[in-house]
């Protein structure tokens, strides 16, 4: 079963190393096409798009995700859930006002953003571009919020580097589907599971035989490793969607 | 600027029409392999997918839904967060649990669970395959808990109703790039603003001209009705976000 789409699909990497060329106005255009002609929740297109070029706001990405290698992509887009928008368009009123604030309206924000970045980096993709989208622009929202002049109803989801392609990594092996793909009810990892077993072991063939940042690690120790990190750094992006006026109706 | 993925991309439609047609065991493989090679945040594949086949539980999901019509597609995935699995490779410590009830993990298994709704969504359609991602199953989060045994970090984001299109509606028109796509800060919308206003035109012969559900609505109106929908059905969903275990740090 294959076709050019799934072949992009199944193909997907996340690209870092860029060669020095810019995306140009069509690409860019054409991008923020693909990514409007996913499905948007209660069709609201609750989130929006900032193309960021200043260099000196780039260099602000770059050190509040500690990846200044965004600096030198083709493009960057910064991903916004956007309730803002649409609090301009109507007249308040109490339910109105209750809707907004709503962790429903919250979450369809974050919906949106998230399948428009993907149908974004599925576009790049087909037309020989690399990408990765950046969830580390959440170390700072604050920050972010100052930066980009972000109003209520606002709230930063993802950056997208975007660019031309200037390293070609090896495909990161996903789990079994047996692990992470049921029928009719949720089924949990029994306690000695072969099939996760083989899994770590491909894994660790897969960092061993990259030829960067190789190490010695089952999917299990990544786990570990990232649950391990201290939470503080993320410990108030309650407060940071409390202050966008997210979350208020606890 | 064209090629096949992005002419798929460009004319997404969302189906709820489909023929008797099911989906073949391949197709569902060939669907979830998709799913699953879209990037996943800090690679820790917290989103699993169950696929209902039983027809009391797709009836349940018409009930919850109101969207009796998904008990006729072709396949029926349902999408989680899924902080659960990684939760049983790990040892659990303080800094283990206070990350994984954290609103930084419950967001990052949105995000996985999103993106990957939409490759699947893609990938459904270069195989001519039409779909529908449903919000609508957070109508009774608690029931979904029941019905499907969703032990606590996981969480129900999307249904997907798949299957072979019987029906070929209009494109509908998404908003014009200037209301959305800015440069370096976020714009918002002025009080007197041309192009809103001819959206609202584009919207409404889009409405008048499709043959079913007719209706005269500008964006503006479908806003309106949409906000001025009673919260109180989804009012509980921060009740349920706490019992899954999720924004317990706040």
Redo the contacts between chains.
Sequence with gaps: ?T????T?????R?IRKFTTKKLTT??I??L???A????T?????Q????????PQ?LAALGDITGHHWLEKSGHFFLF?A?Q???S????A?P??I???H???KF??G??DA??A???M???G???GLGS??M?SI?NDVPRLIDL????EL?FP??GLAVGHPAETPE??P??P?E????????Q??TADNAT?AAYNRVITDYYQARGSHQRTET??H???T??????QQ??K??QA?EYQGF?Q??
Excluded at 8 to 12: D, M, P, Q, S
Excluded at 41 to 45: A, D, E, K, L
Excluded at 47 to 54: G, K, L
């Design positions: 079963m076709n050019p789409t799934l992009t699909l199944l193909n997907h996340s069509a690409e255009t054409t923020v096409d693909a409007q002609h996913t499905p929740s209660t069709f609201s297109q989130y929006s798009i900032i193309s960021v070029t200043d706001k916004l956007d803002y928008r649409n301009q368009l109507v007249t009123t339910a109105t209750a809707n907004l709503s962790t429903d979450l369809a974050i919906f998230s399948i970045v993907e149908a980096v599925v576009a993709e087909s037309l990765t989208i969830g959440l980009f002049h972000l109003p606002t989801v993802f495909r990161k996903r789990m589907q692990l992470m793909h049921f029928t009719n009810d949720y949990p990892l996760l999917f299990t990544h786990i570990a990232e649950l391990a990190r201290d939470p993320r410990a992006l309650n969607l979350l109706h606890h």
